[in-house]
Nanobody, 127 residues
Framework: EVQLVESGGGLVQAGGSLRLSCAAS????????IGWFRQAPGNEREGVSS????????YYADSMKGRFTISSDNAKNTVYLQMNSLKPEDTAVYYC????????????????????WGQGTQVTVSS
């Protein structure tokens, strides 16, 4: 059974940092793309970042470049999202997702391209 469990969310002041974790099980971690998405109330789910260990590639949404860093610890089957310089507009529920299909610049941010999802973790950034 595929499982994705997010953790690390919380309340932080603007300018602060958080590190989210996505612990994966039930599939061959090395062969899957792992993506981070977020959804604020009233908004669509949007792609934040993605990592493909098999391709050695990472992708970021433009508004996250330079502030967020995605990384993978294959020994722990865990993907991290380090979020720095957080802004109130980063407030959302953050989800990790996994998919066996390769992801490229034109596809990584499409939520429908991921088959497996975690339950999400709330990130709240106060001003």
């Amino acid at each position: 059974e595929v499982q994705l469990v997010e953790s690390g969310g919380g309340l932080v002041q603007a300018g602060g940092s958080l590190r989210l974790s996505c612990a994966a099980s039930g599939f061959n971690f090395d062969d899957y793309a792992i993506g981070w998405f977020r959804q604020a109330p009233g908004n669509e789910r949007e792609g934040v970042s993605s990592i493909s260990n098999s391709l050695g590639t990472t992708y970021y949404a433009d508004s996250m470049k330079g502030r967020f860093t995605i990384s993978s610890d294959n020994a722990k089957n865990t993907v991290y999202l380090q979020m720095n310089s957080l802004k109130p507009e980063d407030t959302a529920v953050y989800y990790c997702a996994a998919d066996s299909r390769l992801k490229y610049g034109s596809t990584w941010y499409k939520a429908r391209g991921y088959d497996y999802w975690g339950q999400g973790t709330q990130v709240t950034v106060s001003s």
